[in-house]
């Protein structure tokens, strides 16, 4: 969703192939809709055909490891389109509510008295260390590819509370019992996770029957 001489430039190339891969029917559609204003029903229905979702996949999948209570992840960049300045301010309202819980970052500092940066080496290191969350979280406000870091985690059994909307309700499913409106319940969800083991346990559960599909060899 660049500017828009970027845009011309990709769908003038696109048009040139025989099918473009997108990680997402969500994002497809983003590329539909920004094209509607550009182009004619004829190149659009060309689009339409050639771009198709390919869904990324996750090497392996291991859960039912311990994990450390009321812990929270934020495993993206911390960028403005990962939601880093939304999931702040967020924190620091839970903050001012409750002082019981541990933030860790694997890609951002954050300074703040409730947030922990983790120092990560190796592909196996970083994998080890997502076993031991208790709690993910997603915070992408207006874009969103499909989320490595968000699969990454989940493979790991560690559930995520996500947006609903973007890619996520198609990436999880749409009962899916972590996925939030707003900042409220955002909130809302994080504390019943914080506080509930069991609404951890019915998150994963969830998982369990929708993660064997994410594995590469169901994807390619």
Known sequence: NYAERFFLENISGILKMDECGVNSIWLKNLVIEKSKELFNDKVVKQLQK??????????????????????????HRDNEYTGWSWFIQRMDELWEKRQDFKVYT????????????????????????????????????????????TTDSLSMGVPYVLPNKLCYPEMVGKDYPLLYDDGKDFLKKIEQVLNSDFV???AVVYLKKKINGFKWEKRV
């Open 200 to 202: 951890r346990d019915v």
């Open 50 to 75: 050639i771009i198709q979702p390919h869904y990324l996949g996750i090497d392996g999948i291991s859960t039912g490891h311990d994990y450390r209570s009321k812990t929270i992840l934020f495993n």
């Open 106 to 149: 694997t890609l951002a500092d954050m300074d703040r008295p409730y947030a922990k940066r983790v120092k990560i080496h190796s592909r196996d290191e970083y994998l080890k260390f997502l076993k031991s969350m208790k709690v993910g979280v997603g915070c992408f406000q207006k874009y969103s590819a499909w989320s490595i870091s």
